[in-house]
C-alpha cells in the first residue's frame, strides 16, 4: 500500500540530543533568576498574575523550538522535556526569589541562606506569615497565609500548565526531511481557492490527483471563505515535498481582521514537479 501522507518519524538525532537538553539546562537557569526576580520587582501586582502564564507559554515554546532544532520529531519527547525544564526552572526560580523578597525589604540575607534547604524552608515560611506584597499598587495589608498559599498554588498551575500547551503548539508542527536529515522549509498561501470546491479537492488530493488544482479556478480577492494552500519543501535533497489545504474565514472584531483556518488536507506527499508549479500560484 502506497504512502500518500507524511508521517513523522519520531526520530532522535542521538549525536545532537545531549546537546539540546545541555542548552534546554542552561536556558531554564537563566529565565528561573529573569523570571524570580521580575516577580519580585513588578511595579504593579495585577501584571505578577499574567508573568506566570507568559514564562510558562515561554518556556514551553522556547525548549521545544531547541529540541526542533536538534532534529527531535518526536512530539511526545519534545514536549515531555519542554515541561520537565519548565518544571525545574519554575521550582529553582524560589531560590532567587526568596532572596530577592528579602534583599528588597533590606533583610540581611546571603546567598548560602536559600543555597541550605532548612534555612531556605524558614525563609518561605516567614512570608508565608508576614506576606511578600499587596493587592493592587503596594498599598494596604500584604497577602499572607492562605490567600498567600492560593496565589502560589495558582502560579504553579499557570506556568506547569502553559508550558506543555505551548510546547505541543511548537513541536507537532513541521515537515522533516528524513533523506537529507533537515526540517522543510514552509511556503504559506501560495494559492487560493474558491470554498465551492473544497469536496472536490479533499477527495482528489487525498488521493494524490493533483490535476485538480488546474482544473478548479482561482479564489476571487473578495472570497469569504477561502481555501488555502500551503506547501513544505525540502531544501536540501528536494525530496521531501508536502501539500496542505485549509479553509479560511475572515471575521471582524473590535475593528480588526481575524483568521479562522480549518484544516482540510493535511500534509499529503507531492512529486517535486508538481510542487514547483503549484507554488507558482
Known amino acids: 500500500m502506497s504512502v500518500t501522507h507524511y508521517r513523522r518519524s519520531h526520530g532522535v538525532s542521538l549525536l545532537l540530543l545531549p546537546i539540546a537538553l545541555a542548552a534546554c539546562a542552561a536556558i ?157 522549509t514552509a511556503h504559506r498561501d501560495v494559492m487560493r481557492l474558491p470554498p465551492q470546491a473544497q469536496g472536490a479537492l479533499a477527495t482528489r488530493l487525498d488521493a494524490q490527483d493533483f490535476t485538480v488544482l488546474a482544473e478548479t479556478p482561482r479564489a476571487q480577492p473578495y472570497d469569504n471563505p477561502f481555501l488555502r494552500v500551503d506547501l513544505h519543501r525540502c531544501g536540501g535533497c528536494g525530496a521531501t515535498n508536502t501539500l496542505s489545504l485549509t479553509l479560511v474565514t475572515r471575521t471582524q472584531q473590535n475593528g480588526k481582521e481575524q483568521l479562522h483556518e480549518a484544516p482540510v488536507v493535511h500534509d499529503v506527499l507531492i512529486t517535486r514537479d508538481y510542487a514547483d508549479w503549484v507554488q507558482k500560484g
Open 28 to 184: 531554564s537557569a537563566v529565565a528561573s533568576i529573569v523570571y524570580a526576580y521580575c516577580m519580585v520587582y513588578v511595579p504593579v501586582v495585577q501584571l505578577a498574575f499574567l508573568l506566570p502564564l507568559l514564562f510558562g507559554a515561554g518556556m514551553g515554546a522556547t525548549l521545544a523550538l531547541v529540541m526542533k532544532k536538534c532534529k527531535v520529531r518526536s512530539t511526545f519527547l519534545a514536549v515531555g522535556v519542554a515541561f520537565l525544564f519548565t518544571a525545574g526552572s519554575y521550582f529553582l526560580s524560589w531560590l532567587p526569589w526568596t532572596y530577592a523578597t528579602f534583599a528588597r525589604a533590606d533583610v540581611d540575607v546571603s546567598v548560602l541562606d536559600v543555597l541550605f534547604p532548612p534555612s531556605l524552608v524558614v525563609m518561605i515560611a516567614n512570608i508565608y506569615e508576614t506576606g511578600a506584597w499587596s493587592i493592587g499598587t503596594g498599598s494596604g495589608a500584604p497577602v499572607s497565609g492562605v490567600m498567600l498559599g492560593i496565589c502560589w498554588a495558582l502560579e504553579a498551575v499557570f506556568v506547569l500548565g502553559a508550558a506543555p500547551l505551548a510546547a505541543f503548539g511548537v513541536a507537532a508542527g513541521g515537515v522533516f526531511c528524513e533523506s537529507c536529515q533537515t526540517w522543510c
